[in-house]
């Protein structure tokens, strides 16, 4: 089963930009799609982003044209590019593995967590 580890998130002004990353453990591409969800608190964990094998992508609407998820396989990592952040954005981001193959488990990160604030 594979790890992921989230990091990047922190304390952003309205508008700004941050990148957060989600390293696996293993090699992922073309075992698992790959999606960042986000939380607040009370609140269901909704998607944000995913990349489905053969590099086919969706994003939540709220997000589209502000956001972009990418990965670098060398890196075993998925990123997620936020920018003209809102307050609204303000979350615990979390990092899903999807897998495609019957005997793995969905896989997911620890969170990492983003503030939009003045």
């Known amino acids: 089963q594979v790890q992921l580890v989230e990091s990047g998130g922190g304390l952003v002004q309205p508008g700004g930009s941050l990148r957060l990353s989600c390293t696996a453990s293993r090699t992922i591409f073309s075992l698992y799609n790959m999606g960042w969800y986000r939380q607040t608190p009370g609140n269901e964990r909704e998607l944000v982003a995913q990349m489905f094998t053969g590099a086919r992508i969706t994003y939540a609407e709220s997000v589209k044209g502000r956001f972009t998820i990418s990965r670098d396989n060398g890196k075993n990592t998925v990123y997620l590019q936020m920018k003209s952040l809102k307050p609204e954005g303000t979350a615990d981001y979390y990092c899903?593995?999807?897998?495609?193959?019957?005997?793995?488990?969905?896989?997911w990160g620890q969170g990492t967590q983003v503030t939009v604030s003045s």
């Open positions: 899903k593995g999807m897998p495609l193959i019957g005997s793995l488990d969905v896989a």
